[in-house]
Every structure is written in structure tokens, then in C-alpha cells.
């Protein structure tokens, strides 16, 4: 038996809770890990796992071998890490979830550039704005924007986001300019549906903080389709720059109420809270956080 990578294989189970979810991340059989475990088991003449069809449970022999098997687990990858540059590239699969228009906009030049630095690093990833369950999932590595909420994960910032408010010049030739986000309610605005609050607009200015309730005909759960309508004055929306900054810069659409400020937010790098991060993981983190910020 590999005793280093039974202790990996074991230390991955008791992370996820989950030998599915061990497996999918280290790329290797769920039968494999069975044995692993039970071999690993056999030779420490204690049970480790408690496990059922449905579930698996740590037992107090278990958590104190996890203890001891992070310290060396760590030291030995922070030693693979220092001279892995010099000896072999690193592979495996890398599953990863990043919204749908920043994911278009933005990730795809930096994925294709992190793929032919890395070829034996398989990367498959779901272009999804639904905030997937990191730990159920088999996702290694998210990009969320916004408010993250939970507590069981770690957070990386990459860069920031603007909220614009803005409209074709076509509209507002046949509608009028807002002057006042109370106006609003007098236009045809594009509801944005995965925002918390699709009925109202927030708007600052000198510190006062100021609601506007808006409606239209049109909606949807995609930034980049509201965009598109907007160019073709179909009404106001308020996205954020990464969507509108290029029909703003060749006059396709105006920036509207550019005295207020609207949204702001945080894309972030986000992983499950645990002790041994893959190498391949850390990798994309830190090209991510090199390219985006």
C-alpha cells in the first residue's frame, strides 16, 4: 500500500464526507478509495470511518489520525510544490463553476491561457449563474460576485464591479432622459430576475441612500440579454461595467443618473474550507488573481 496516498485518499474522505466526492477530487475509483481506506484500516488496527449506505460518520481514532496527517501531508506538499516547477508538470481534472456573462466576458481568454500553460490539467467548467453547493457538487473551484453568504468556504478577492445605470440613445430619444431615480417608475426598465430585489433599484448620493421602484414589460435571469435589449432600446437597465462598458465607449448606450452611485461587489475566488488544497487548485487561484486583478 501507498501509505502517503492512502493518508491523502483518507484525509479527503474525512474533508468531504463523502468517498464519491474524494474520488471525483483526486481522480481516482470510488472502489480505489474503498481500499485505500480499508487498507489503511487493516494496518492501523483501528476504524477510522463509520460508514452506511447513506452516510459516513469520523470515529475518535479517525479525528486523531486526521491531526496528525495534515502536518505531514502539508510539509510534503509544500516540498513537491518548491521543486515541482523543475521536475513534472502538473495534471488531473479541475472542475469549475463561473458565472455566465463574466465568465464569457472575462474568464474564457484566461482558462484558454491557463490550459496551454498547464496541458495535463483537464478543466471542465459549467458556465452557470446558479450558486452551486461546493461540497455536493464535486466543484474544486468557484467565481462568485456579490454577496457570497455562508460560512463554509474560503474567499479570494480577483477584482471589482460597477453598477451603471443606462439606456440606447434610440430610447431615451423616445422616452426622455431621466434626471432623478424616482422617475424611473415612469420608464420601461429590464428587470434583472436573480437580483434579491427585482421590484427596486438603490441608489447614494451624498451619503443619502435612495430606493426607486421600477417595472417593465421585459425580463430575465441574464445580464448579457438585458444588455443586448437595452442596445436595442428596449429600455433602462442597470448592470454591471464588465456588460456595458463597450456599447458605452463606442455610444451604443448612455450612461444615465451619473450622479448617483448604484451597486458595487467583489468578484471572488471560492473553495471549500479545507486543510490540503490540490496543487492544480492553487494554481488557477493565483493565475486568476495574477489576470483579473
Known amino acids: 500500500m501507498d501509505k502517503l496516498q492512502a493518508m491523502k485518499v483518507f484525509c479527503r474522505v474525512y474533508e468531504a464526507e463523502s468517498f464519491k466526492m474524494a474520488s471525483?477530487?483526486?481522480?481516482?475509483?470510488?472502489?480505489?478509495?474503498t481500499r485505500y481506506i480499508n487498507a489503511?484500516?487493516?494496518?492501523?488496527?483501528?476504524?477510522?470511518?463509520?460508514?452506511?449506505?447513506?452516510?459516513?460518520?469520523?470515529?475518535?481514532?479517525?479525528?486523531?489520525?486526521?491531526?496528525?496527517?495534515?502536518?505531514?501531508?502539508?510539509?510534503?506538499?509544500?516540498?513537491?510544490?518548491?521543486?515541482?516547477?523543475?521536475?513534472?508538470?502538473?495534471?488531473?481534472?479541475?472542475?469549475?463553476?463561473?458565472?455566465?456573462?463574466?465568465?464569457?466576458?472575462?474568464?474564457?481568454?484566461?482558462?484558454?491561457?491557463?490550459?496551454?500553460?498547464?496541458?495535463e490539467i483537464s478543466l471542465e467548467v459549467d458556465f452557470s449563474d446558479k450558486r452551486v453547493d461546493l461540497t455536493e457538487s464535486g466543484i474544486d473551484l468557484a467565481v462568485r460576485g456579490g454577496d457570497l453568504g455562508g460560512d463554509h468556504f474560503i474567499a479570494r478577492p480577483l477584482?471589482?464591479?460597477?453598477?451603471?445605470?443606462?439606456?440606447?440613445?434610440?430610447y431615451l430619444e423616445r422616452k426622455g432622459v431621466p434626471k432623478f431615480p424616482n422617475e424611473l417608475s415612469q420608464h420601461d426598465c429590464l428587470v434583472y430576475t436573480n437580483a434579491p430585489n427585482t421590484g427596486r433599484w438603490v441608489f447614494t448620493k451624498d451619503g443619502v441612500t435612495e430606493e426607486a421602484s421600477i417595472s417593465g414589460t421585459l425580463s430575465a435571469n441574464n445580464g448579457g440579454a438585458l444588455t443586448r435589449l437595452a442596445v436595442e432600446g428596449a429600455g433602462i437597465i442597470m448592470q454591471p461595467?464588465?456588460?456595458?462598458?463597450?456599447?458605452?465607449?463606442?455610444?451604443?448606450?448612455?450612461?444615465?443618473?451619473?450622479?448617483?452611485?448604484?451597486?458595487?461587489?467583489?468578484?471572488?475566488?471560492?473553495?471549500?474550507?479545507?486543510?490540503?488544497?490540490p496543487k492544480k487548485v492553487r494554481l488557477l487561484i493565483d493565475f486568476l488573481i495574477k489576470k483579473l486583478q
Open 40 to 119: 489503511l484500516e487493516e494496518e492501523l488496527g483501528a476504524k477510522l470511518l463509520h460508514r452506511n449506505t447513506r452516510n459516513i460518520s469520523i470515529t475518535y481514532a479517525g479525528k486523531q489520525y486526521y491531526r496528525h496527517c495534515v502536518p505531514i501531508l502539508e510539509a510534503i506538499e509544500e516540498a513537491e510544490s518548491d521543486l515541482g516547477d523543475l521536475t513534472h508538470q502538473p495534471k488531473g481534472h479541475l472542475r469549475l463553476s463561473v458565472p455566465m456573462d463574466f465568465g464569457l466576458s472575462h474568464m474564457v481568454p484566461i482558462l484558454s491561457e491557463f490550459s496551454s500553460l498547464y496541458p
Open 24 to 33: 471525483e477530487s483526486l481522480d481516482i475509483s470510488r472502489p480505489m478509495v
Open 159 to 170: 477584482c471589482r464591479m460597477q453598477g451603471y445605470v443606462c439606456a440606447s440613445p434610440k
Open 241 to 277: 461595467d464588465f456588460l456595458v462598458e463597450k456599447y458605452l465607449k463606442t455610444g451604443e448606450l448612455v450612461h444615465l443618473l451619473d450622479d448617483y452611485e448604484t451597486f458595487s461587489g467583489q468578484f471572488y475566488a471560492v473553495y471549500a474550507d479545507r486543510k490540503l488544497l
